[in-house]
C-alpha cells in the first residue's frame, strides 16, 4: 500500500506546480511581523545521572520530526503515508511547540521534555561553544539502562541537544529527506531502542518559497515518501509490530519565517502508532515536551520528576485527559 502511495506522489506533484501558476496555493501574508530573537549565552553543560532500576520491557520507539510541518500541509498535499498513520494510530493536529518556535531550541524541548528555560538552548544555529542542553533528556535517560540510541539528521546543529556520549550512533546527513532515509535504511542500527530521525527538506523550502506554497508542498510529499520507507522497512525486518512510531514537527511557519507566537507558528502535528496505541482523535492537548515523556513510557522507564513534558495517556488509555493544565513553554 505504501508503495502505491509513493507512485500516486508522483501524479499529485505535476497538479502542484500547476496550481501554484493559478494562485490556488498562494502563500498567506503574515498577519504579525514578531520575530524571535536567539541569543548565543552558552548555558552550563551538565549531564544527569540517573540510577537504572529494573530493565524496560524490550521495544523501540522511532521519533520522525518533519521540520517546519504544518498541520494542514498533510491533507494538501496530500501525505498519504501519514493520513494511513492518522488512521491506524492516534493524533493531534492542534499540538503546541515552545517558543521561540524554531528548529533547535524546539527539538531540545521535544527530546529533553523541558521548557527551554531549563534546558538552557536559545540559540538556533550550529555553536559547539555553547555546548549541549541542560539536564537530562531522553537519550540520557534510555542510554543510561544501557539501551541502544541513534540519531539521523539533516541539520548538523541537532548535535547539541544531547551529549556525543548519549548517542551510540549519530549521522548527519547534508541531503534530501528520501537520501537521509535511504542512507539510513542502508545502514539500519542493529539493536535500537531509541532512534530520532529528522526530515529538513520541507522547512528549507519554506524559507525559500514560503510555507504552504505549492513548491513546499512538493517536497513535503517527499518526506511522506521517507516515512514510507522507513514504515516498509519495519514491517521488512519483522520489528513493525515492536516498534512505536511517533510523527511530528518542531515549528510550523508563516510567509517564509517562523519563530513567533503565530498560531501558524506554534501549531504542529503529533501522530503515534504502536501495539499499544488505541487509534482515535487525540482530545488531550499535546505539547512537544509531551514527545520525550511518552517515548520513556512506551519503554517502561520513569519520567524525571523535572521533566515539563509528561506522555499522552490518552494514547493507551481512550481517555481525554481534561485536568491538564495548558502550558506556556518558554
Same mark, same amino acid.
Given at each position: 500500500? +505504501?508503495?502505491?502511495? +509513493? ?6 506533484l ?23 530573537? $536567539? %541569543?548565543?549565552?552558552?548555558?552550563? %553543560?551538565?549531564?544527569?545521572? $540517573? ?25 494538501m498535499t ?38 527551554p ?13 555553547n ?7 531522553l ?5 543510561? $539502562?544501557?539501551?541502544?540510541?541513534? #540519531? ?36 539500519f ?16 523550502? @519554506? ?21 514510507? #520507507?522507513? #514504515? ?23 510567509g ?24 482515535? $482523535?487525540? @482530545? ?37 485527559? %481534561? ?8
Open positions: 500500500m +505504501r508503495a502505491l502511495h +509513493r507512485i500516486s506522489h508522483l501524479f499529485i505535476a497538479s502542484l506546480l500547476a496550481c501554484q501558476a493559478s494562485g490556488l496555493f498562494a502563500t498567506p501574508a503574515p498577519t504579525s511581523t514578531v520575530t524571535a530573537a $536567539f %541569543t548565543a549565552i552558552p548555558p552550563p %553543560t551538565s549531564t544527569a545521572t $540517573f540510577t537504572p532500576t529494573p530493565r524496560p520491557i524490550e521495544k523501540r520507539v522511532i521519533i520522525v520530526s518533519i521540520d517546519g510541518l504544518r498541520p494542514e500541509a498533510i491533507e496530500p501525505m498519504l503515508n501519514i493520513m494511513q498513520m492518522m488512521d491506524e494510530g492516534a493524533y493531534s493536529l492542534t499540538a503546541r511547540t515552545i517558543f521561540p518556535s524554531a528548529t533547535l531550541p524546539a527539538h531540545a524541548s521535544m527530546l529533553s521534555g523541558l521548557c528555560s531549563k534546558h538552557g538552548v536559545t540559540w538556533n544555529d550550529y555553536l559547539p561553544e555546548g549541549y542542553a541542560v539536564g537530562g533528556d537519550f540520557d535517560l534510555v542510554h543510561s $539502562f544501557g539501551l541502544q540510541t541513534a #540519531m539521523f539528521v539533516g541539520k548538523e546543529k541537532l548535535r547539541q541537544v544531547t551529549e556525543p556520549s548519549s548517542i551510540d550512533e549519530f549521522v548527519f546527513i547534508n541531503d534530501r529527506d528520501t537520501v537521509i532515509m535511504e542512507q539510513l535504511i542502508a545502514n542500527p542493529q539493536d535500537f531502542s531509541l532512534m530520532f530521525i529528522h526530515l529538513p527538506t520541507t522547512d528549507d523550502m @519554506g524559507h525559500v518559497h514560503g510555507w504552504l506554497s505549492a513548491e513546499q508542498l512538493s517536497v513535503t510529499w517527499r518526506a511522506d515518501d521517507a516515512l514510507g #520507507m522507513l #514504515m516498509d522497512e519495519l514491517d521488512a525486518r519483522g520489528i513493525g509490530d515492536e516498534t512505536t512510531v511517533i510523527v511530528t514537527a518542531d515549528h510550523g511557519g508563516h517564509k519565517e517562523h519563530g513567533s507566537y503565530l498560531e501558524e507558528d506554534m501549531t504542529i502535528p503529533w501522530i503515534i502508532t504502536g501495539p499499544d496505541v488505541v487509534p482515535g $482523535f487525540i @482530545g488531550t492537548t499535546v505539547h512537544t515536551m509531551d514527545t520525550a515523556a511518552t517515548a520513556a513510557h512506551v519503554l517502561g522507564l520513569s519520567i524525571p520528576a523535572e521533566w515539563d513534558g509528561v506522555p499522552v495517556s490518552e494514547v493507551f488509555d481512550g481517555v481525554p485527559d %481534561t485536568t491538564r493544565p495548558f502550558i506556556v513553554c518558554e
